[in-house]
């Protein structure tokens, strides 16, 4: 054989065990995906289970509003947020909080309580959001 025979041929080995790989891996992507979205479906039918103060406990909002919600060092009370808020307002500013960071209320946040950020929570079930925001807005 000639070099330039050599060079292809092992070109194509090189190829043939690559393209093996590809399909090696992406069976077992695949089969973990298909894992990834039954255990997202139990979680999210395990939370639409619990009560809005489970759920605000699970989602962490405690760590900062405190265990009663009315408020620590890092983040202000939860409560009549009737005042500012409706339903569909909470809920838009849970799933996504940095569009409301220019409004007056929000920048004396910032100065009360520097280096603190809301976490976003719009990668969270809807209806979890929903019963957190109605219990939060009948505090």
């Known amino acids: 054989m000639t070099k330039p025979q050599i060079w292809v041929a092992a070109f194509l080995v090189v190829f043939i065990i690559l393209f093996v790989l590809q399909k090696l891996t992406k069976e077992e992507e695949s089969t973990r995906d298909f894992s990834n979205q039954m255990n997202n479906q139990m979680m999210e039918e395990n939370t639409t289970e619990l009560t809005a103060e489970q759920l605000i406990s699970n989602f962490g909002c405690v760590n900062c509003h405190g265990g009663d919600l009315s408020g620590t060092s890092m983040a202000p009370a939860l409560k009549n947020l009737k005042q500012h808020w409706g339903k569909e307002s909470l809920l838009s500013y849970l799933r996504n909080p940095n ?7 929000f920048k004396e946040f910032k100065g009360k309580y ?12 809807i209806k979890d959001l929903g019963k957190i925001v109605d219990y939060l807005l009948n505090q």
Do not use: T
């Open 99 to 105: 569009e409301f960071m220019n409004e007056e209320r």
């Open 114 to 125: 520097p280096g603190q950020i809301m976490p976003s929570y719009g990668n969270r079930n």
